[in-house]
């Protein structure tokens, strides 16, 4: 289904995910100092929803990512609770920009 760059097909993205990675120099969260992986892309589809898209829900994130509304709350609580806290401040950008 996938296409590697010398034409051979995989079925496993983790490998090319990772040398894509490697060269973009992206590997490694600076924040973190953790490598990332396929699966980081989950969490930031996640994070750009709560943080950037006004008309996101919970509910609706969690229908999409296929898991609970405590769940999403559980890892992304710190999130909601900043952007509640913006709302309430009347900052639309703020919180957004800086996340």
């Known amino acids: 289904m996938f296409a590697l760059s010398d034409g051979t097909e995989t079925r496993n993205l983790r490998q090319p995910f990772r040398e894509l990675l490697k060269t973009a120099d992206l590997l490694k969260d600076p924040r973190t100092g953790k490598n990332r992986t396929l699966y980081s892309l989950r969490h930031m589809y996640a994070t750009l929803q709560?943080?950037?898209?006004?008309?996101?829900?919970?509910?609706?994130?969690?229908?999409?990512?296929?898991?609970?509304?405590?769940?999403?709350?559980?890892?992304?609580?710190?999130?909601?609770?900043?952007?509640?806290?913006?709302?309430?401040?009347?900052?639309?950008?703020?919180?957004?920009?800086?996340?």
């Open 50 to 99: 709560l943080t950037h898209s006004r008309s996101t829900n919970i509910h609706l994130l969690a229908v999409q990512m296929g898991t609970s509304v405590g769940m999403i709350e559980k890892h992304y609580s710190h999130l909601i609770a900043r952007l509640r806290g913006a709302d309430l401040a009347g900052d639309e950008h703020g919180v957004y920009d800086g996340i």
